[in-house]
DNA sequence: GTCTACATATAGAGAGCCTACATGTAGGCT
DNA sequence: AGCCTACATGTAGGCTCTCTATATGTAGAC
């Protein structure tokens, strides 16, 4: 997969493992695994800034816990992430409707 | 339609109007937008720059005319672009499936 | 003389995804 | 003790591509 492909679609992919539930920055990166079944290896130097950027923005809200020794921060949607997600679905169908309808190969004079 | 999201599709939309016959820069432009139904509006300084890397890479051969006294850069596809081309329809079906996958809301406990 | 359409090109800004590195815990193996 | 892997978070810097803004020039309409 194309890094650059990814571009402007971070969010949306992020916002949507975490419509179900809850989830630390680490089982993100696993879910986007799972969901992609295996085509999506995001980069933790990826995720993480992205993760507080979207914080930042209001879309995600988090809480530090420990589990087992170990610390996580466990990001889950806002209402303004939830409407953001919506905005990315419906953002997503345009696109990719649009590059669809271009990309569509070329009947040719026959056609 | 924000631009970031054309990030590495760009080679693969002009490739794709360049098939059916060779264009010039603005012609380009046009196309994309017909193609489209007025979705992209794809500045010069984007197409441009883009079209001279994918000559560069092998992918398209230009050749300067004269019409109507303006001059025109035609590109037209090569082996290798046509080749490219299949391969970036490949990639963006498989990209789609991934991020539809991913994007696809999520039934709930009930579902 | 001015405006718009046609036509190409470059410089610099901006943003975000990636690589690489830094830090630390828990648990298994030798 | 020492090493390795999995778990877990984070930052710095690089890279590349798209965009904005600007420059240049012809043709034709008004």
């Known amino acids: 997969m194309n890094p650059d492909a ?13 419509e179900r539930e809850p989830l ?9 695994q799972e969901r992609s079944e295996g085509a999506l290896s995001v980069p933790t130097g990826t995720v993480y800034p992205a993760l ?6 209001g879309c995600l809200a988090s809480e530090w ?6 610390r996580r921060r466990t990001y889950r949607l806002t209402d303004a992430g939830r409407k953001q997600l919506a905005a990315e679905r419906s ?6 409707g ?3 309808s271009v990309l569509r190969p070329d009947p040719g004079p026959a056609g």
């Not at 507080?52 to 923005?57: A, N, P």
């Open 6 to 18: 990814l571009r402007g679609h971070m969010d949306a992919l992020l916002l949507s493992v975490l």
């Open 24 to 32: 630390h920055g680490y089982a993100i990166i696993e879910a986007l």
């Open 52 to 57: 507080r950027r979207l914080e930042r923005t």
């Open 65 to 70: 816990a420990t589990v087992g020794g170990r």
């Open 91 to 96: 953002a997503w169908r345009e696109f990719a």
């Open 98 to 100: 649009v590059i669809g």
